[in-house]
């Protein structure tokens, strides 16, 4: 899908590998530790981008919002 998308995480299992992000909309979206680049906490800022996976939309791409905010 490409677009990229801003969100909160909400959930982490570190056990399991994953986590959850609620995005703009309001949505909850899944993602899997191994698709995040940074260091990511429950309350992290995130943007990301959408895919769909065998169980729903997928967050893959997940990074940090803050990489791009530049002081």
């Known amino acids: 899908m490409g677009d990229m998308r801003n969100g909160e995480v909400t959930h982490i299992d570190f056990e399991y590998g ?3 992000i609620i995005d703009e909309n309001g949505q909850d ?5 191994d698709n995040v680049s940074d260091q990511v906490n429950i309350n992290s800022k995130v943007i990301f981008e959408i895919e ?5 939309l997928i967050a893959v791409k997940v990074k940090l919002e803050m990489e791009e905010i530049r002081a």
């Open 29 to 33: 979206i899944h993602f899997q530790l």
């Open 52 to 56: 769909l996976g065998e169980r729903g």
């Open 18 to 20: 994953h986590g959850i």
